[in-house]
Every structure is written in C-alpha cells, then in structure tokens.
C-alpha cells in the first residue's frame, strides 16, 4: 500500500508568519509531487508541483523536495487568513497514472 | 482559462439505482481520471482512461463502475447499482501528458456530490 502521510492539524498561524506544510510518502520510486489546496465540498486546486531535489519558489509559496529523505513541504510566506484551507500532498504512484493523496491538512491564518 | 466541468454538480438517487457522471475534460487533454472524496476522507483514486482504454483502476472501481467517453468530448463514470456507501464527491481530472514526469499534472473539475438514499 504506497502511503502519503500529512498531519491533519489544525495547523494555526499568526498573518504574516511563515506556515510549513510536510508531507512523507513510502513509494521510493515516485517522481512527481504536488500541492492542491481544498475548501471544504470544493475540489482540489493546484498549488505547485515539484518534480526535483531542492526548492522550488513560486511567489509566496515554496515546495521542497527530499528524496533521500521521502518527504516533501511547502512552505507559504508572509501566511493570510485568505491562505487558511485543507492542504493536500499528492503523489504520482509508479504507474504514472493515479495521484495518491495524504488526508491533508488544515491550516488556520488568524489575523 | 480552460476549465473542467462537471454535471451535475448534485445527484440524489435512491440505492440500487444507475447514475451516470459526467465531464468534460480541457480541449488538448489525453488522459482523464475519476476520483471519489467520502465525507471527512482523503481524495482516492478511482480509474484512469487514454485512447478510449482503461490504464489503471483501483480496488474500488469494480464491476459496478465503468467508464466510457461515448462522443468524444465527454467523459462518463456509470455507477450500475449504487449503494449507500458511494455516496461522495466524484471528481473527473484531466492531463495534457506525454508522460513527461516533469510535465503531469491533473486539474480537477469541480465534482458532482452523490447522494444513495
């Protein structure tokens, strides 16, 4: 069973604060990574995606990938309330065709 | 921007019934996915289709589901008898892909929310 693991949180920052966001799988074969965002009953919105060792930015919002390490996070600076959603961490499985989800978790931006 | 759509957005029916979901995916995209989200759970991986064939299923998706692009803009998901416990958010995804790794990535449309009476 390939696992994606999140802590379900709630994870609660102040605004402005820098909210980090981790994620370990168990496929060590995986390649490709992702972060959606979801409100609740809404679908999942891409964030980013991050297919490399090392970070990648893009504005506020940067993934980090750890293959050695199996985890993978994302990091949202100067955090907004507006930020405040489920967080899901996604997985290509070896297959290259189902996405393989972590429960997510819930991050609170208070002001 | 293109989007993916789905209908429709709420479906009741009642158990042992046939409900068809549909979708369609972003004009240029080749491979489309059917996920179910159950109440308080994560998002879980149904079926992926390309070339008019199934690529891959999950444990859930037996031989109550099928799918099928019947004209070749929409993608369906049948459910044959439904039961209470399919009752979730169904979300259709689409990909562009050329299985480029540094490529893939799956949009989501906005689901339909079954309900089994």
């Known amino acids: 069973q390939k696992e994606v693991e999140q802590n379900s949180g709630p994870l609660s920052v102040p605004e402005g604060a820098i909210a980090s966001l981790n994620c370990t799988y168990s496929?060590?074969?995986?390649?490709?990574f992702f972060w959606y965002r979801q409100y609740s009953g809404k679908s999942p919105e891409l964030i980013m995606s991050?297919?490399?060792?090392g970070d990648k930015e893009d504005g506020r919002f940067t993934a980090q990938l750890n293959k050695a390490s199996q985890y993978v996070s994302l990091l949202i600076r100067d955090s907004q309330p507006s930020d405040s959603d489920t967080y899901l961490c996604?997985?290509?499985?070896?297959?290259?065709?189902?996405?393989?989800f972590g429960k997510g978790t819930s991050l609170l931006v208070t002001p | 921007e293109p989007e993916v759509t789905q209908t429709p957005s709420h479906q009741v029916t009642q158990m042992g019934q046939e409900v068809i979901l549909r979708c369609v995916p972003i004009?240029?995209?080749?491979?489309f996915y059917w996920y179910r989200q159950i109440l308080g759970q994560k998002v879980e991986f149904l079926v992926s289709?390309?070339?008019?064939?199934?690529?891959?299923k999950s444990e859930i998706f037996d031989d109550q589901f099928s799918v099928e692009r019947p004209d070749g803009s929409n993608f369906t998901l049948k459910i044959r008898s439904t039961k209470l416990e399919d009752s979730a958010m169904y979300f259709c995804?689409?990909?562009?892909?050329?299985?480029?790794?540094?490529?893939?990535?799956?949009?989501f449309g906005p689901g339909t929310r079954l309900t089994v009476l």
């Open positions: 995804a689409t990909e562009t892909s050329g299985r480029d790794v540094s490529t893939d990535t799956q949009y």
């Open positions: 289709f390309y070339n008019n064939e199934i690529s891959e």
């Open positions: 004009s240029n995209h080749l491979y």
């Open positions: 991050i297919y490399s060792n």
């Open positions: 496929d060590r074969g995986s390649q490709s």
């Open positions: 996604a997985v290509y499985s070896n297959s290259g065709y189902a996405l393989n």
